[in-house]
């Protein structure tokens, strides 16, 4: 059986105009991969930023709810937002834990794709990238294992929020 974790990540991911570029961290994000992955049973969770700024954002939310009064008013968020590692790049989280990748996109580029029930069964440890903005730039970030599957859906958008993904990718792997 695979060992599951996420990463979201802030760069590489495309801006508008099919352009490389970075997005900031929602305190939103942080908390809702982290219950999510918590629900499931999955993590750490790898939330990825190259800039100190944004770093440091994220380590005064995490020291609020792990040590402060956030920790003493709900401790189980405390313990929901202990699995939060914070990174500078993507091969920082492959050199800390030699995660096989799985990259996640609406319309993955013409790759084949891995359903993410085969993935829950897999050995080894697994990593399920997701990104931010328009999604990830992928020639800027290490080689993948491969894609999962993208979610289908019936309406006239094709993109969800990047916290609704996770949830339905998460479901998916619990099936098995």
Known sequence: MAEIA?????YPVMGRGDASA???VT?????????S???YGVGPVYLVHPAEGMQQLVRDMLDYYLHGAGAVRNPDRAEVLSAVRIVSCLEDVV???DYRLWYTSAT???AVCTRPEELARMPGKQLIVFGTGQGLDVKKLPDANGWLSPIEGAGKVRHLSVRAALA???DRLALV
């Open 6 to 10: 996420v990463a979201l990540v802030h």
């Open 22 to 24: 970075v997005t900031a």
């Open 27 to 35: 305190p939103i994000d942080v908390h809702d991969f982290a219950r």
């Open 37 to 39: 992955c918590a629900f």
């Open 95 to 97: 050199s800390e834990g």
């Open 108 to 110: 993955p580029p013409g």
């Open 168 to 170: 339905i990718y998460l």
